[in-house]
């Protein structure tokens, strides 16, 4: 079982990784915050959680999707009160003080609001966590064929949204 | 537009910081969820909660049907043994009651069965009917209206 320092070792490691990935999948910072404590409240209760796994952050990251989908699942029908939400609200960029490069990441972030949860969260993994095919297919579960075809969707809407904002800045 | 280069554009925006007051937040929640940050009563007790039990698990889904059916079970068994208290001593009062009863009812039957003589309409109208072998046509009453 992780002692405090190894749970506050983990926590530095992971927890900014964890975070982004969670607010880019919920859109939503309180449910970002509660699955985040609920990822460290069980790494802290359950012995041997990370023992087996080959590497601990796409591990984590699986765990972080699994109760994403969990709470989103658990609420059903407000789904499509989340969806809606997760168009509205909640920029997953840092600010930027360039003018051309805040109206990017706004449109960037609400493009990505605009993609299904699970091409998404494949989007995510590529370009922020930089992991291959083969390691976002372990880690969401899915094929590495799906993965790549969920992340080339992605990004073509993606490049197609912020065609214009990107030639200007460019 | 060049594919590569608006990857390598994306990737290059900075994600947002997780709000540093989180840390010790979620780290001080994440340790009191942990069994050892438990007393030593307190965990032995929570173990018990945790270990499967079968009456809960029959239990628990209806509880609250089943804590009514058990009132009302001990009501019931509360009226039963209160009622056999005074059950010998209702048994005691209502048979002289029964006794003279029975020896008036024979009485009134005696003085009716004298009143009424051996040919009692009672008697004939015990009889069972008797049914008539003829077809309905050739029933007199039938013919006469036709």
């Known amino acids: 079982m992780p002692d405090k320092s190894d749970l506050q070792r983990l926590y530095d490691e992971h927890a900014q990784a964890l975070f982004a990935f969670l607010l880019n999948f919920t859109r939503d910072e309180n449910d970002t915050r509660d699955l985040l404590q609920e990822i460290f409240s069980r790494l802290a ?12 952050r796409a591990f984590l990251i699986r765990l972080a999707h699994n109760a ?44 990505l ?14 370009l922020w966590e930089n992991l291959t095919f083969e390691q976002i297919a372990e ?21 197609e949204h912020l065609r214009p904002l990107y030639e200007e800045i460019k | 537009m060049n594919p590569d280069e608006f990857e390598k554009h994306l990737q290059r925006q900075p994600l947002r910081q997780v709000p540093s007051e989180w840390r010790a937040e979620i780290l001080q929640a994440a340790t009191s969820a942990r069994p050892s940050s438990l007393d030593p009563l307190a965990r032995r007790s929570g173990a018990k909660a945790a270990r499967p039990s079968l009456l809960s698990t029959i239990l628990w889904p209806n509880a609250k049907a089943w804590a009514g059916l058990g009132c009302v079970w001990i009501l019931i068994f509360a009226l039963h043994i209160a009622s056999r208290g005074n059950s010998p001593m209702l048994a005691q009062v209502s048979a002289p009651e029964s006794a003279n009863m029975m020896i008036t009812l024979k009485d009134r039957e005696q ?4 009143l009424m ?12 009917r008797r049914l ?8 007199p009453g039938t013919t006469a209206m036709a």
């Open chain 1, 45 to 56: 209760r359950e012995p041997g959680l990370l023992r087996g796994a080959r590497e601990a």
């Open chain 1, 68 to 111: 994403a989908i969990d709470l989103i699942r658990r609420r059903g029908t407000r789904q499509k009160y989340h969806d809606q939400l997760a168009e509205e609200e909640s920029y997953i960029f840092a600010v930027a003080k360039d003018a051309d490069e805040a109206a990017f990441r706004e449109s960037l972030s609400r493009a």
């Open chain 1, 113 to 126: 609001a605009g993609l299904p949860a699970d091409q998404r969260a494949v989007v995510h993994l590529k």
């Open chain 1, 139 to 159: 880690t969401l579960d899915i094929s590495p064929n799906t993965a790549a075809s969920r992340y080339r969707y992605g990004l073509d809407k993606l490049r």
């Open chain 2, 111 to 114: 003085t009716l069965v004298e």
């Open chain 2, 117 to 128: 003589g051996n040919n009692s309409p009672a008697k004939d109208a015990d009889k069972p």
């Open chain 2, 132 to 139: 008539d072998p003829q077809p309905r046509s050739e029933r």
